[in-house]
């Protein structure tokens, strides 16, 4: 197979540094607006609070419905590409935006998420795991590289599963953690309901679509939430290159937002034929750290952006609740 991992939900070395591509992205969300479809609702979280705007000038001209000097313009809710998606604040986990955020859809990659965590709560990182692709057919499918044989730590197998997404790194940990993989995706299920995601099932540790693997964008923040409390998980997710001890070239992150958004320090993209663009992002901005999350994407990074930008300026709510 060879080391480098390749599919259409992640980016190529040469995607990653062409500075070109990150400008055109850029000018995208900066000057172009979504004109598709209408207006998200925020259909089962908190309203923003009302802000008063002047009437003055409402007959016409180009000052009509302007704010008077000293008012705060409204912030208008954000229109996205997203089937589905949903903004988490972190330090209570309320859900402040919602667009059919409960609705069941295939995550793709972003099944790795859980697979991580699983693998993380279960297992020494630093222990050496004799590899055992055999019998998983690639296929069109991103991979990191592995073949039977190899020797990698679980540190490195997470990487290998997170950066570049690799679906082999999933059958690898899966099989060195619970015996195999049937074993493994129970304990993902497991972990799932621990954590009261109600939208969600899992068939296979990757993401690839198959009957029955389906979560909802809420879902998704919420795990992301919950794994981001693990340091070594956090670390990973930030990371944009990683060197395994192998033969093999380095790994490069296909999170692309950890170029383009400066206060992005992860989480996840996915995309399959059945999925479309999913992902999950974070940033952190004045202390305070926000997770969106996006199922059915036909622009994930123009739609990440605009949430986190939307989510950012929004009141932040006291917690009178306990828990992670």
């Not at 197998?157 to 493994?184: E, K, Q, T, W």
């Amino acid at each position: 197979m060879g080391y480098v991992g390749r599919n259409r939900d992640n980016a190529s070395f040469a995607t990653l540094a062409a500075v070109a591509i990150l400008a055109s992205l850029l000018s995208i969300y900066w000057f172009t607006p979504i004109s598709s479809g209408n207006p998200v609702v925020c259909d089962d979280c908190a309203p923003a609070p009302a802000i008063s705007v002047s009437k003055a000038g409402a007959g016409g001209g180009s000052d009509a419905g302007a704010p008077a000097v000293g008012e705060i313009s409204p912030v208008a809710t954000p229109v996205i590409s997203a089937k589905a998606g949903a903004i988490v604040d972190d330090r209570c986990g309320r859900l402040i935006f919602s667009k059919e955020a409960h609705r069941r859809l295939a995550p793709a990659s972003l099944t790795k998420i859980a697979a991580a965590i699983v693998a993380l709560e279960a297992a020494d990182v630093n222990k050496l795991v004799d590899v055992d692709v055999d019998g998983f057919y690639y296929g069109d499918s991103t991979v990191m590289g592995l073949e039977t044989g190899m020797r990698l730590t679980l540190r490195d197998l997470l990487y290998g599963l997170l950066l570049p997404s690799g679906n082999d790194a999933a059958v690898a940990i899966a099989r060195h953690v619970a015996g195999d993989v049937p074993a493994f995706v129970a304990r993902m299920n497991a972990k799932a309901k621990s954590l009261g995601l109600a939208d969600t099932h899992f068939t296979n540790p990757h993401g690839l679509d198959a009957p029955g693997h389906y979560s909802s964008a809420y879902d998704m923040a919420i795990l992301a939430r919950y794994a981001m409390k693990n340091p070594l998980f956090a670390e990973i997710v930030r990371t944009k290159t990683w060197q395994p001890q192998w033969p093999g070239p380095e790994l490069w992150n296909g999170n692309l937002l950890l170029w383009l958004y400066p206060e992005s320090d992860g989480v996840k993209i996915g995309w399959t034929e059945g999925a479309g663009q999913t992902m999950v992002a974070t940033a952190a901005s004045g202390g305070r750290r926000l997770f969106v999350a996006l199922l059915g994407s036909q622009d994930r990074y123009t739609d990440a952006i605009r949430l986190l930008d939307w989510g950012f300026q929004q009141p932040e709510e006291a917690c009178n609740v306990g828990g992670w």
